[in-house]
């Protein structure tokens, strides 16, 4: 063992072994870890959000929504979203019923028709609402759905990043994404989306970093779709967390009549 660290050590200071080896077998964990810091901060998560649409020409289109999140066991989570504002989506809600090692469940209630829309696992990638994310940029995408390969170190809004290929095993949108990791929380600071032809096309930044309860949380996030010149921003107001959410909130029963104690 000895012989094999002073090989190691000679290795790193005559640059012969570069980052990217070092870490290649943590690629996946650093991923994983950066999921449970976005996606799964707290037992449960009460948020008032509110959802820029901004076009190329300025013009923007606001949405406000109430979003609901309560984890379960073995990385499975349940997500109840409410909108409020504008007229045109007020009433419409979405829950998800999110697993881990299989397609999620996704149904959306559209009050003008007084429609609940289960979403099929193949429109995972489609706009939600209208946005420049994803129905799975909103709940989160299955580590295994991706390989993932360790590029470099890197440094960006001053702070020391991993940096993290993702590359899709079935069809998707995008071929690959690139993303910047936080070294001391995990948070992702930064996604470039790249399309079949290699062109950079989508990029999310995470905008402002705050602590709530103790933990850290992105209270505002933008997607920019770099062909088009459309982005949207987002900004988690009043966000709480181990709030107590029971588990009947997240049931397609509620997607017509939602629950007043939680959506205020």
């Known amino acids: 063992m000895k012989r094999y660290l002073i090989q190691l050590i000679l290795l790193l200071m005559t640059g012969l072994i570069s980052p990217a080896v070092l870490h ?11 999921q449970e810091v976005f996606f799964y901060p707290g037992k449960d998560m009460q948020a ?12 923007q289109r606001l949405r406000e929504l109430t979003m609901l999140r309560k984890n379960g066991s073995g990385g499975d989570q349940k997500y109840f979203m409410y909108f409020h504002n504008p007229g045109d989506v007020r009433g419409m809600a979405f829950l998800v019923n ?10 959306l209630f ?15 990638r489609s706009s939600f609402v209208g946005s420049d994310f ?23 809004q001053g702070k020391p990043c991993h940096v993290i290929e993702s590359t899709p095993k079935s069809t998707t949108e995008y071929t690959r994404k690139v993303s910047w990791i936080d070294k001391t929380t995990y948070i992702p600071l930064k996604d470039e989306y790249y399309d079949i032809q290699g062109a950079l096309y989508k990029t999310f930044t995470a905008d402002k970093i705050e602590t709530v309860n ?11 779709n770099v062909k088009s010149g459309h982005r949207t921003e987002v900004v988690f107001e009043s966000i709480a967390y181990n709030v107590g959410i029971g ?17 205020k």
């Open 24 to 34: 290649a077998e943590d690629a996946v964990e650093i991923v994983k870890k950066s």
């Open 48 to 59: 008032r959000v509110k959802m820029s649409l901004i076009a190329k020409t300025g013009a």
């Open 98 to 107: 999110k697993y881990s090692g299989k397609d999620d469940d996704r149904w």
């Open 110 to 124: 559209i009050p003008s028709i007084n429609l609940v829309n289960r979403i099929a696992a193949r429109d995972s």
């Open 134 to 156: 994803t129905y799975e940029d909103v709940s989160g995408r299955d580590i295994d759905a991706d390989t993932h390969k360790y590029l470099k170190e890197d440094t960006i």
């Open 214 to 224: 103790g933990l850290p949380a992105v209270t505002k996030r933008t997607m920019v």
């Open 247 to 263: 588990d009947d909130v997240f049931s397609e029963r509620y997607l017509r009549k939602p629950p007043e104690k939680w959506i």
